[in-house]
């Protein structure tokens, strides 16, 4: 290939090193203000990620493009086992309704005995998935919804299967979701049906582990793993996986949720009514009022 | 009209390789929704930027000062979500040392220039793994990065060759 030339560099070594010195004492200091003001940092980012949100949203357009005429041809080629798939799933489907439905009276005859009042308001907000994070030391996706839309830190992201992850800054136009294979994430959980609750964490490349259950209980894999809601931060019941085994003193999660396949998350609005000491309750008051307002709202 | 023409031209040519880094930046975010083996094309993806910085320092240093090193790490760290300031200084190091190493390019083949982005393609990542492990508080798994690193190293002929390309219709030399 070419032959390289030679560098035209200033002279003297001010000249030279003075700029370069003072650039890397501002990344000295960006470092250290990591540290120090993590929250003052997680302003800066989001405000830099909202200015340049509809650059990337632009570039988002040719993979969005792509992935249409993938899943297309994917459908075109497989559309015969792809009828006889879903006819089965409409079966199975039926019989689900019919059990829910009957549960669902059985629910409200048995609350109205216990005179139950719901406190909790859920609902949902639609955002698509405008850049995909998937680096060395971070798992996460962008989103074009932000404060404007409702959207508040902390906020769970589920995708068609179930939980995907967490909002952890939210800008004007767009948000940051930490997902459920980052290091740093963390999401209190609970096994269905035996009321065992544990941390769900991140392990980058590897499965997610469900931390800080006991050793001396057995656990089947296959056993469903939802929200816990403990703390009242998030929802409880939300899908997140099933007990895929045991790996040491942990456990080992397979999500339902597919990262790899993620255009659009749904943003979960949560507000218990009554708990006004809850901070979260605030910030949603302050940011979107009207929670119980319909929402599908794709920005 | 000539004089109109020639702005324009000196303005392509001052922001092409800057361009170039920022439009790797934004490919490097593309949701692609890949999955399986070809998970591997992100990796090589996320080693794009640096590649074109490298090949930019060492043959237009005058149309890529040290301050757009800072910009594109800035840009990364800001993106991707990473701690302020990591990535900006890797490529502030990378910057150093390409532009240290001025007399060995001189006449060097490109054998020379693809050995030198290995080594700056092994620093950089060992400085973001440091950093990002000292923050975390947590020694993260080297091997997802070394995988990257190998990658990189790999895969830089091809991404050099496309930008020489640009460069000889750009600035009409090799």
């Known amino acids: ?299 | 009209m000539s004089r109109f023409l020639h702005t324009i031209e000196e303005f392509w040519k001052a922001s092409l390789p800057v361009a170039s880094c920022i439009f790797f930046v934004l490919m490097m975010l593309m949701p692609l929704s890949i999955h399986g083996p070809l998970v591997t094309v992100k990796m090589i993806l996320s080693a794009f930027p640096l590649m074109a910085l490298c090949f930019w320092i060492v043959n237009q240093p005058e149309h890529f000062g040290v301050g757009w090193s800072f910009i594109i790490g800035f840009m990364q760290d800001v993106l991707l979500g990473q701690p302020l300031g990591m990535t900006a200084l890797a490529y502030l190091g990378a910057d150093f040392f390409l532009r240290g190493q001025g007399h060995f390019f001189l006449q060097q083949s490109f054998q020379h220039l693809w050995m030198m982005f290995a080594v700056v393609m092994v620093g950089v990542s060992a400085v973001q793994w440091l950093i990002a492990s000292l923050m975390m508080h947590n020694w993260i798994d080297v091997m997802p990065m070394l995988v990257r690193v190998a990658l990189g190293i790999l895969f830089f002929p091809l991404v050099a060759f496309l930008l020489h390309q640009m460069q000889r219709s750009v600035f009409g030399r090799a």
């Open chain 1, 1 to 299: 290939m070419s032959r390289i030339r030679h560098n035209g560099m200033p002279s003297s070594i001010a000249g030279q090193y003075g700029p370069a010195l003072i650039l890397v004492g501002l990344a000295v200091f960006l470092i250290v203000l990591n540290l120090f003001f993590p929250s003052l940092v997680s302003r800066i980012r989001i405000t830099f990620t909202d200015l340049l949100a509809p650059f990337m949203h632009a570039a988002a357009k040719p993979s969005e493009a792509l992935q249409g005429v993938s899943s297309a041809w994917e459908s075109v080629a497989s559309v015969r086992e792809e009828n006889k798939r879903l006819q089965q799933q409409i079966d199975e489907l039926h019989e689900w309704r019919d059990l829910a439905q009957q549960q669902a009276s059985e629910n409200r005859s048995l609350k109205g005995l216990m005179k139950y009042k719901d406190d909790s308001v859920m609902s949902f907000l639609t955002a698509r998935v405008i850049a995909e994070v998937g680096g060395n030391f971070n798992n996460s996706v962008i989103v074009t919804a932000g404060s404007r839309d409702g959207v508040v830190k902390d906020m769970i992201a589920m995708g068609e299967e179930g939980v995907v992850g967490r909002v952890i800054e939210a800008g004007e136009w767009s948000s940051r979701v930490l997902l459920f294979n980052d290091l740093n994430f963390r999401l209190p959980v609970m096994l269905e049906g035996t009321q065992l609750r544990a941390i769900l964490t991140g392990e980058g490349s590897g499965s997610p582990l469900l931390l800080y259950l006991p050793t001396e209980v057995e656990i089947k894999p296959g056993t469903r793993v939802v929200t816990s809601g403990h703390g009242g931060l998030f929802p409880a019941h939300l899908p997140v996986g099933t007990v895929q085994g045991r790996k040491g003193q942990d456990v080992v999660l397979a999500p339902y949720a597919k990262l790899d396949r993620l255009q659009m998350v749904r943003l979960v609005q949560y507000n218990l009514a009554g708990g006004a000491q809850n901070p979260l309750n605030q910030e949603l008051k302050q940011a979107a009022p009207d929670v119980t307002a319909p929402p599908a709202k794709v920005p």
